[in-house]
């Protein structure tokens, strides 16, 4: 069974702190996404990453690949309130588009 | 005009009945899935069909019966509602293939009482 580790689980910081979230695994993947979730909501795409290594900008959002494809980062620079929500990353592998999801990360930023 | 749209909402109903959740695309996706979220909202893939064939089915309790009339169409229907059904249900569509952007629905928060 592939498991994604998240951390932290949880992570309530100020407005304007930098924040890194992780996300584990011991499963090599072919790709890995980030979603974010808000309340009521289904998760919405911020990246997809393919390359061991890889590294991707999304304005304050920076995402990146282990070399080995079995983990990956998510680092969020001078957080704001419409940051808040639940991070999750997924792993996919094989052809059937499996996305496997990780454990989640529930972050909120305050004013 | 909602890219992935399941219906209803809510659903509160009790133990031993049979309830079913509907979900349409309208993005052209060959491929649907259902999640299944739980209350430390951990997602779990529960079945994904690519051109109304099954092509993924996790362990899930043969009482869930995915169907899938056409592309566009995934509904999930549960017989014999158990408490531990209570969840959030997700549908999904994407392409299939790697690194493909899957599209969730609004959810279906089930409470079985």
């Known amino acids: 069974t592939q498991l994604l580790e998240q951390s932290p689980q949880f992570l309530s910081i100020q407005e304007g702190e930098n924040l890194t979230v992780y996300c584990n695994s011991s499963?090599?993947?072919?790709?890995l996404q980030w979603y974010r979730q808000e309340p009521g909501e289904g998760p919405v795409l911020l990246v997809t990453?393919?390359?061991?290594?890889e590294v991707k900008k999304l304005k304050r959002l920076t995402f990146q690949f282990g070399d080995a494809r079995k983990d990956s980062s998510l680092h969020i620079t001078a957080a704001q309130p419409g940051d808040t929500g639940l991070y999750l990353c997924?792993?996919?592998?094989?052809?059937?588009?499996?996305?496997?999801f990780g454990t989640g990360t529930r972050l909120q930023v305050t004013l | 005009d909602t890219a992935v749209s399941q219906t209803p909402k809510y659903l509160v109903t009790q133990m031993g009945n049979d309830k079913s959740i509907k979900c349409e695309q309208n993005?052209?996706?060959?491929?649907m899935y259902w999640y299944k979220q739980d209350s430390k909202k951990f997602l779990k893939i529960m079945f994904s069909?690519?051109?109304?064939?099954?092509?993924i089915n996790e362990t899930v309790p043969n009482r869930f019966s995915p169907k899938s009339p056409d592309k566009a169409h995934l509904n999930l229907h549960i017989n014999s509602l158990e408490l531990g059904d209570s969840a959030v249900y997700f549908c999904?569509?994407?392409?299939?293939?790697?690194?493909?952007?899957?599209?969730f629905g609004q959810g279906t928060r089930l409470t079985v009482v």
């Open positions: 993005l052209g996706h060959d491929t």
């Open positions: 069909y690519n051109n109304k064939e099954l092509i």
């Open positions: 997924a792993g996919i592998t094989g052809t059937a588009s499996k996305l496997t």
């Open positions: 499963s090599v993947f072919s790709s």
């Open positions: 999904a569509s994407s392409h299939r293939g790697l690194n493909t952007e899957a599209f």
């Open positions: 990453v393919v390359t061991g290594g």
